[in-house]
């Protein structure tokens, strides 16, 4: 492997683009302090010998739901720098999104494949065509994240160390019509004297307060204007959760996969979830809302129940909270809760039926008795005909086989 890579860096020095389909962790290109612009004229297609992207979690906004069309390029710099970079589209039309991570860790590409590393930057949002299509990392950016749909092109710069491998990964989730540029800066956070020292002392301060704190702001997804919000957060050690306000700081406990509902009057619910890790910084993420559309699904976690039974779990009561908020909020707003039954390799039984039903009405009493009119919730029980895994390998599986969903059926 490690003869490989340097052969593959003298074929860099000598050539002016790059041609290579590098679609594979293990066969990223390396990127030195020293390259600044690269032109991938060929169309990255496909995801290699290796799909490495595939999301065990679907709700991480952090990542890509899945590799398509991707390329892999290994950042290293000799100095402690601030690093953004611009990737530019040949073509306008083509959507590239990027994820950034640290990848000194010893078996990066395998720790990948199982999602156990989180990125430390990444845009997921749609091309905006009035800028180009470009995205990349910028200092000016407010947020280290931008999740799926309409959002900024641009996530928050990094700093990176000194003779660290550092893995960026672009990919397109359509196919793409052409290739791209990707431009480079390295700014040197170096110190020249006395009072430049106990300035960085200040910020290394700063940062190590702010260790493993998220500053939220809620945003309108068409007018970026800030919105008023209410947040329902499920952690490991408060799985049951709990509601907090909008636009503050909430310091997540260590090493905790933390999940985020985002509740407000006029928008559809916006759910995210975080990792963040013991030696992380501080974050700032930016949560745009999309306003309510009809014959659509709410996205929020899953409703739990025991097995053959209509009872509700304790640790669905964050689902609960969050469609309550929701209804109250938007009193406006009717649904259809749609029951669903695991039945794998069973066919779809009249008590398949009544059961998904049966655990459709117990959403629906629930709202009922915290005072939503009955008129707004219609209950539709599907059996197992929808499961999503037909042939579930754990529980965990067997448990999202038993779910309600929630679908807008009409906005008054």
């Known amino acids: 492997m490690r003869l490989f890579l ?5 074929f860099l020095i000598s050539q002016n683009k790059l041609k290579a389909q590098n679609n594979d962790c293990n066969s990223a290109v390396i990127l ?20 490495e992207l595939n999301q065990l979690k679907k709700y991480d906004s952090t990542f890509f739901k899945n590799e398509k069309n991707s390329s892999w390029y290994i950042l290293n710099s000799p100095y402690k ?6 990737i530019i589209p040949d073509n306008i039309n083509d959507d590239y999104d990027f994820m950034f991570f640290d990848a000194s860790v010893e078996g ?17 949002s749609r091309n905006d065509k009035a800028i180009k299509s470009v995205t990349g990392l910028n200092k000016n950016a407010d947020t280290a994240f931008v999740g799926m749909g309409v959002g900024s092109s641009f996530s928050k710069d990094v700093v990176i160390e000194a003779g660290k491998n550092y893995m960026l990964v672009l990919a397109n ?7 791209y540029v990707l431009k480079i800066n390295y700014k040197e956070i170096k110190s020249n004297s006395v009072a430049v020292d106990s300035l960085l002392a200040k910020m290394e301060a700063e940062a190590q307060k702010n260790k ?19 947040i329902v957060v499920r952690t490991a050690s408060v799985d049951t959760g709990f509601v907090i306000s909008g636009n503050n700081s909430y310091k997540f406990p260590l090493n905790s996969s933390t999940d985020l509902m985002a509740v407000s009057g006029g928008f559809m619910i916006e759910k995210r979830t975080y990792q963040i890790l013991p030696d992380s910084s501080g974050y700032v993420d930016t949560v745009y809302l999309r306003k309510i559309v009809p014959d659509s699904y709410l996205d929020i976690i899953p409703f739990y129940f025991e097995g053959n039974t209509d009872k509700l779990l304790p640790k669905s009561k964050p689902a609960l909270t969050t469609l309550l908020l929701f209804l109250q909020k938007n009193s406006h707003v009717k649904i259809e809760i ?6 794998p390799k069973q066919k779809n039984l009249k008590e398949f039926k009544r059961l998904s039903e049966k655990r459709a009405d117990a959403i629906k009493k629930y709202l009922l008795y915290q005072g939503i009119n009955k008129k707004r919730c219609h209950v539709e029980g599907f059996g197992n005909s929808m499961m999503l895994f037909p042939d579930p390998k754990n529980d965990e599986e067997s448990e999202l086989n038993r779910r309600v969903e929630i679908k807008i059926v009409k906005v008054d």
């Open 6 to 10: 340097i052969v593959f860096y003298l």
């Open 32 to 51: 030195t302090q020293a390259d600044t612009l690269y032109s991938h004229k060929e169309r990255p297609l496909g995801y290699g010998k290796i799909k």
């Open 81 to 86: 720098a601030e690093l953004t970079f611009t």
């Open 108 to 124: 990066f590409c395998d720790s990948i494949k199982t999602a156990r590393i989180k990125p430390l930057r990444s845009n997921i």
């Open 173 to 179: 989730d359509k196919t793409p019509l052409a290739g």
């Open 212 to 230: 493993n704190r998220l500053q939220l702001v809620f945003a309108d997804a068409e007018t970026k204007e800030k919105i008023e919000t209410d």
């Open 338 to 343: 749609q029951g669903h039954a695991n039945g």
